[in-house]
């Protein structure tokens, strides 16, 4: 698997690994959102996949059962932080949308805030180098890195 190549302000950088978030992320109470699994199909082969989650609702395993990714069930936040910095952070693409996902935004490559079904925590939209309405908007976003560049021009 070759790294993914997105083009940030301070200029191209490889990407191996994405890491996402389930609940309200993935999910509206608990159930994958339409078109997920189609976009992160479209990723596999491109990234390694992760999933980090508090599972709030305990769905998060099933609901992705045949999908080629990894199920991590996490602490809090700092715990979602520690699994982030063994992953060469640096060339790590984090997505979420909630408060615990901030120390995973602060260390990773990337970090791309959602608005989703279940909103956001404002806290988070500092931390994120992208804001998008959606996972959907946002794993396109992964897949299309011109679409990024224009995003984080400068």
Known sequence: MSPVLLHLPSGPAPF??????FTGTLSEGGRLLPGVDERLGRLVGK??????????????????RNLPVE????????????????M???GVVAIG?????????????????????????AGLLSAADVVTR????ALDLVADPLRLKATLRD
């Open 16 to 21: 191996s690994t994405l890491v996402l978030d």
């Open 47 to 64: 990234l390694r996949i992760v999933v980090l989650t508090a599972d709030t609702f305990g769905t998060a395993r099933e609901a992705l």
């Open 71 to 86: 199920v991590q069930v996490i602490r809090d936040g700092w715990h979602k932080a520690e699994v982030v910095s063994t």
């Open 88 to 90: 060469e952070p640096e």
């Open 97 to 121: 949308n909630g408060r615990n996902d901030i120390p995973m935004m602060e260390v990773a490559g990337l970090g791309i805030a959602v608005i989703g079904p279940e909103g956001a925590a």
């Open 134 to 137: 959606d996972i959907r908007e």
